[in-house]
Structures are given as structure tokens and as C-alpha cells.
């Protein structure tokens, strides 16, 4: 019998049935998953776009250009027209709200109430003045408040305001103007033998009217009436007191009062600028004449508020003036910026006829002899439009309280009503990104500021504040966050023993759960009065710990090795523990030596007194401090792994050469994982960018530009947080805060797509370690 019979192994067949089904079925999930995988990130990428779309969907109706074009009833434009049985010059022009009835006084004192589309007259009122008189000069107080006076040739004054009184019998709406006299019927008198009335100024307020004026011998007149009410009666009574201010040296062509009712202002046809001060009106003083053009004066309007002064001459340029405080914290006249035409439809020099002020927005229109209308916007300091509407010269211009309409007229008499689309002037490059000289402030400034209590105010909407904010709050929470993420995560993932990896690491991780809301309430109730009270303790800290843990290190080494090597490897990282802790217990009462012998006692009063470092209780430190505690787990769960991720042969090889263990971190193992590294600082600064609540919570939300750390700041992400709910919806204050939206979701992108880029690199660099 053979002995070596070899036993055949049996043969494998790899086409059964069941293989078959099983590779199909496989094959099946790979391709599913593939697909799956695929359209997720398809969904991702069409989400992030969606948003991008979305966003400048809000945003590009900022830039649409203005329009003006005929006013269309019915569907059919409006045709020019003239009044029946008014031929005379208008000395002024308005619009109600609802753009239906217009108002036209003229030369001779009559109020003509009529249909702005049609002409039609509705009212004729012939404003109450004594007979044989002549309306010699006309002011206009404000179109909100709706009160002007007729200067008469006798020296007397008629004051008037016209009204609108709306009613929907039958529901139809019915709107009824009128005219009254809320001084009185009788004219008042701005002074015994003042004569003609050549120049008049008028200011309406809550205790009384201002009025000046001026005849034919450049004298001026100023009429105060105060309003006193009978406490018995209910009654109000009118009291008069009448001054004289210092004559003129020429014969002004616009007086004016400002709404404080203390500075008047009065120009002659040469351009020069004469101030009163009638803070003390029994002893005026002239504070100061400017020349405020080369040229000839044309118009003279305040802008919305009665703070800018416009004055347009016959050379096509408009100057904005308002005071401002000087050195000598004195109030002067400053020339704030010029507006020239700038469009080839009329010449940069062809004179300017007439000025028409928006009623609610800082805004002005412009019209000159060839009837070329032209828009600005005084804040951006910008031109809107400029539009032919006509070729006669526009002798009057009135916008509609809506700046949706403007109602003009040439020298024909002409009437002419148009549509105007202009919804948000006040937005221009300038205006976002560059300094802009506001009313009220000694110089341009970036400034962020979308409401106020009153309607006057000039909105400003600077976003470099919040800009800088928001860049000003990653940086400091990223100065906290990336050593002590980068540093724990390279002893976690290199030095330290397993199983306290094993404990350490999901702890850590477990910190990126914490509710953001939940750290900004704590630094801003808990953090942020620590910080304040303990100042001198948190610097003291800063320097002692590491100082002494470096102090501990070196003691530790100088151990006999018999004793160390009693702990076990990757466990160094325990004897920390408490020696951070006395470390921290050691801070308290060297912080109170150290303060008491630099700084007086008191870190925070010495640096406000001494450095001139103002101290806001929310400020960029308790920012760094709150938000570095909420990037940390982030930038140290990527770089961790990223480290750990090296591969153990190239450690080990660098080790079997004679490498130490810090050369090998250095050399071999830093390099490799630096594209994990770089990719984790950032996500991080990401997240600092885009962190809402902390900041929100644990700053004065004060949108100042201070690189002082204990200043508080407002970044992009808290403003839209914060005013997106009392935001207009369609208004230039929602869209520009979609345009921050827009801004913060560039700035992510742009410095995302930056970091793969570095990080692509790193990894082709190092990828052959």
C-alpha cells in the first residue's frame, strides 16, 4: 500500500448561486452608498448656494439706480399741465402723503389746493391779511410741521399752516385741505416802523415761534412769541417780545433759523454767510461770516433735522454746511462736502435754480435753467440720478412726504408731476466702508448707528465697526484658545498614556456640547464683574502659572530616576494637577502685593487715570476668555486626531535613528500632521467669526473701533442678531443687514477656501514622510 497517496484539497467554486447573489447584493450597497454619499454633498453645496442666492436676492435692490419717469393714473402718464386762473410764480410748492392734493401759494398770497395729477382745482384760499397789502416775502418753518409765514410790505406777518383732514365716507377716501391760523388771525408785527418785509425767517416750537426779518435798509428784526397756559383757564396765551440784531452789510437773499432757535443765518447774493448767536436775545452777537461760494447764491434749504445747511449757487455746485465744535469747544460753521453735477446731461457749471429737500431721509434734489433734475444723498455724499425732465428752466420743485413723487414747475407755469423710484440713496460704497462726516460730529468717523428716538436723525451705516468687531473678538478668543488647544492636544495625542487618553479626550469633547447661550450668560453675569473685581489677579495668573509649571518641570527632571520612574509613562501630566491648582491659590494674594505696590491698589482705576485706558465691565477680555473656552474643544478634538493619526513607523523609525522624542514631534510628527493642524485653527477661527450669543451676552454691543482689550466691540454676526427683529422688512436698514450677512458669509468662504489651499500644500509636502 502507498504511503505518500497525497490528498487532493477540494476546489473552490466562486460562481455558485449564492456568491453570485452575494457580489450582486454588494455591489448593489456600494453603489448606493456611493449615490447617497454624492448627494449629500450635492445637497450641501446646493444648500450653501441657495443661501448665497438668497442672500443677494435682499441685498442687490441697494444698488439699483434711481428712476424718475411721468406719474401714471390709470395706466396712462400724467400730462404736464397749467393751473386755471393762476399764472403767478409759486413761492412754494408741497405734496400731502398720499400724493392726491397739492398745495401751490403764490406771489400773491393765494393758497391753491388742487389735484396733482390732474390740476384740477379743489380749494382756493386767500391767505387772511389786512387789505391794500402785498405779500413781499415767504418762509417755510418745516413740511413736517406744515407752519409758514407771509411777510407783508406793511411790516406786518400772517402765520399759517395747511392742513389735510382725511375721511372714507362710503369707504372712499376723501381728503380735505385747509388753511388755518394757529397764532391768531390778527398779523403780527416784528416792530414799530420796521417797514417792508424784504427777507423772512420763521421757527416753530413747543414754547413759541421765532421770527426774523428784513427790510430794504439790511436792519434785521427778530419777534419772539412764548405760549403760556392759564392754569385757571386752560387757556394759551401769547406774549411778544421784539429785538433788534446787528445790521448787515448787504442785502441778504435767505434767512434762516435753526431748529434749536438759537443760531439764525443769513446770506447775501455773494455767498457770504452771516451767524447770530440768539442764545441771549437781548444782546445777539455775530459769531462769525464765511464766504461759502465763489458764484452767485441760487437757493438756500436745511436738509431733514435743520442741522445741514444746503446752498446752491449758479456755478451747478450744492456745499453742506452744519457747525461743529472747534478746538476752543466753541461752536463754527464748517464746510462739510460739495456736490457737483457730474452727468453729461448738463454741464458741472450750468446754474442751479432751485433746491427741493426730502422729507424724511437726507436727501435733496437739484434742477437747474436747462431742466435737468438731479438726485443726492447728503450722508453718502453721493449723486443719485440726473435726469433731463424738461427744457425750460424749473423755477419750483416740492418732493412728496415719501420722496415717491416730485412736483415741478418751469418758468411757463407749468406744472409737472413725476414718479420717482430712489429707495435707497443713502447706500453707497463710501457710505459702508469709508469715513463719512456726519452732523453733530468735529470730524468723519466710522460710525454704525441705525436708529434714534426721532425721525430726524441721520442714519449711518458704516459696517467697518462691525468689521472690526468681529475680527477684534476671533483674534482675542483666538490668542486664548490655539495654545492651549494645539499644546493639549499634542501631549494628549503623543505623550500621554492611553487609557488616561481614553478618559481625557471624550471630556474635552464633551465641553463643544455646552449651549452657547448658556457661556455668554455666565460672562456676562458671572464672568465679566469676576473680571472687573479681580483684574490684577487674572494678569497675576497669567504670568505665575506657566512660569511655575515651567519652575516644576525643571525640578521634576532633576528627580533621581529611581524615584520618576515610579510613574508610569504618559501620566506626568496628573502631578499637573495640583501644582496648577496651588499655583492658582498662590495668584490671589501676590496679585493683591503686586497691585498694591505698582499701581496704587487698584489695577483698574490705575490704568484709566494714569494710561488713559478706558475699562468697559463687557469687554474683548471677557470675550476672549467665554468664546476661547468655546473654540477650544473644537481646534483640540481636530489637531488630536490629526496627531494621532501619524503613522506609528515613522515615530518609531525616527526613533530607532537616535531621535529624542522632542525631535521627533518637531521633525517628523508636526510636519505630517500639519495639514490637520491648520484645518482645526481654521475651523476654529470659523467658529470665533461666526459665534453669536457669547458676544452678544458678554459685550456692550457698542460698535466702536478700539483695540483696546478691555473696550467692548459689536461684530456682524451680534448686529444681526440684535436688529434683524426691528428691522423694516424691505427697508435700506434690512437689506444692508443682509449685506452683512453676505459680508460674514464671504469672509468665511474666501478664508475656507485660503485654508484648503494651505492645507493641499502642506499635505503634497509632507505627504512623502
Known sequence: MDTNTHTLAPELDFDTPALARHRKFRALKERMTTSAVGAGGMCVIVAIMLIFIYLLYEVVPLFKAAEISQWEQFGKPVQAYTLEGSNTPAVYLTLEEQNEVALKIDTVGNALFFDAATGHIRKQVEINRPANTEVSSFALDSESSRVFALGLDNGQIVVAKHNYKISYPDDIRTIAPSISYPYGETPMEIGADFGEIKHLAVRNGDDGLVLVGSNKDQKLGLLILSKEENFMTEEVELSSEFYKLPSLTSEPVKLLIAPDMRWIYALDQAGNLSLFDIKDPQNPQLQAVHKTTTGQITDVGFLLGGTSLMIADDQG?????????????????????????????????????????????????????????????????????????????????????????????????????????????????????????????????????????????????????????????????????????????????????????????????????????????????????????????????????????????????????????????????????????????????????????????????????????????????????????????????????????????????????????????????????????????????????????????????????????????????????????????????????????????????????????????????????
Open 317 to 769: 455746485r450744492v456745499t453742506q454746511w452744519f457747525l461743529v465744535r472747534d478746538q476752543d469747544n466753541q461752536w463754527d460753521l464748517k464746510k462739510v462736502r460739495s456736490f457737483n453735477n457730474d452727468s453729461s446731461q448738463g454741464s458741472p457749471t450750468t446754474p442751479l435754480s432751485t433746491l427741493a429737500m426730502e422729507h424724511r431721509r437726507k436727501g435733496f434734489a437739484t434742477a437747474d435753467n436747462q431742466g435737468v433734475v438731479t438726485l443726492y444723498s447728503a450722508t453718502a455724499g453721493n449723486q443719485v440720478l440726473s435726469q433731463q425732465l424738461t427744457n425750460e428752466n424749473i423755477r419750483s420743485m416740492a418732493f412728496s412726504p415719501r420722496a415717491n413723487a416730485l412736483l415741478t414747475e418751469d418758468d411757463q407755469g407749468t406744472l409737472s408731476f413725476w414718479q420717482v423710484d430712489n429707495k435707497h440713496p443713502e447706500v453707497s460704497w463710501a457710505a459702508l466702508w469709508q469715513e463719512i462726516w456726519y452732523e453733530g460730529y468735529d470730524k468723519p468717523d466710522f460710525v454704525w448707528q441705525s436708529s434714534a428716538a426721532t425721525n430726524d436723525f441721520e442714519p449711518k451705516y458704516s459696517l467697518m465697526p462691525l468689521a472690526f468687531g468681529t475680527l477684534k473678538a476671533a483674534i482675542y478668543a483666538m490668542l486664548m484658545a490655539t495654545p492651549l488647544a494645539i499644546c493639549g492636544a499634542i501631549y494628549t495625542a503623543y505623550f500621554m498614556a492611553p487609557a488616561l487618553r481614553r478618559k481625557i479626550k471624550p471630556f474635552i469633547e464633551l465641553m463643544e456640547a455646552l449651549p452657547t447661550v448658556i457661556l455668554g450668560f455666565l460672562a456676562g453675569l458671572w464672568l465679566a464683574p469676576f473680571v472687573e473685581t479681580n483684574l490684577a489677579s487674572i494678569f497675576t495668573l497669567l504670568l505665575v502659572v506657566p512660569i511655575g509649571t515651567l519652575v516644576f518641570a525643571y525640578f521634576w527632571s532633576q528627580i533621581p530616576d529611581d524615584s520618576s520612574w515610579q510613574l508610569p509613562d504618559g501620566w506626568d501630566a496628573a502631578l499637573l494637577i495640583p501644582v496648577i491648582i496651588l499655583l492658582v491659590w498662590l495668584s490671589m494674594p501676590l496679585s493683591t502685593g503686586i497691585e498694591n505696590l505698582f499701581f496704587d491698589g487698584d489695577l483698574r482705576t490705575y490704568t484709566t487715570r494714569e494710561l488713559g485706558i478706558t475699562y468697559d465691565q463687557r469687554n474683548a477680555l471677557v470675550v476672549g476668555l467665554a468664546m476661547g473656552f468655546a473654540v477650544i474643544p473644537t481646534i483640540f478634538s481636530i489637531t488630536e486626531d490629526a496627531i494621532f493619526s501619524v503613522p506609528r513607523h515613522l515615530t518609531e523609525g525616527s526613533l530607532a535613528l537616535g531621535a529624542t522624542p522632542w525631535q521627533t514631534l518637531t521633525r517628523v510628527v508636526l510636519p505630517t500632521a500639519s495639514p490637520g493642524i491648520f484645518s482645526a485653527l481654521m475651523i476654529g477661527m470659523g467658529r470665533a467669526v461666526g459665534e453669536t450669543m457669547i458676544v452678544l451676552m458678554a459685550t456692550g454691543n457698542t460698535p466702536i473701533m478700539d483695540i483696546n482689550i478691555f473696550e467692548g466691540m459689536r461684530t456682524l454676526a451680534a448686529n444681526i442678531a440684535v436688529e434683524m427683529p426691528e428691522s423694516e422688512v424691505g427697508s435700506s436698514h434690512f437689506r444692508i443687514l443682509f449685506l452683512a450677512a453676505l459680508v460674514l458669509f464671504m469672509f468665511t468662504f474666501v478664508v475656507n477656501t485660503l485654508a484648503e489651499v494651505v492645507r493641499q500644500h502642506l499635505r503634497q509636502k509632507y505627504g512623502s514622510l
